[in-house]
């Protein structure tokens, strides 16, 4: 996980006021993901490729992902456009 990543957590649970100490969970979060990467796809990506979606289902797209998730090809464009249904590379 990375410091952005982090710092977002972090941010977000200050904000819901469950933090008493912002520096010492950033640290734990560190610590526990330092082993691992975590690859960031949103709902802008989705939007991107296709652009008529809402935000609830451009989320619905990211879960279909995710359920889907095929570890020898991973997600990139072509797999949101796929999900997505969207043609919009080939209308380009």
Known sequence: M???QVEKIVTAL???GLL???QKAGDVLHE??????????????????APKLTDEEA???LREVERHHDAEIG????VLREHAGSDEEDEE
């Open 14 to 16: 200050d904000r819901a």
């Open 75 to 78: 997600v990139n464009w072509d």
């Open 32 to 49: 526990a993901f330092q082993n691992e990467i975590h690859i960031v796809w949103s709902v802008g990506d989705v939007q991107t490729v």
């Open 20 to 22: 008493t100490d912002k």
């Open 2 to 4: 990375n410091v952005h």
């Open 59 to 61: 989320r619905e797209i």
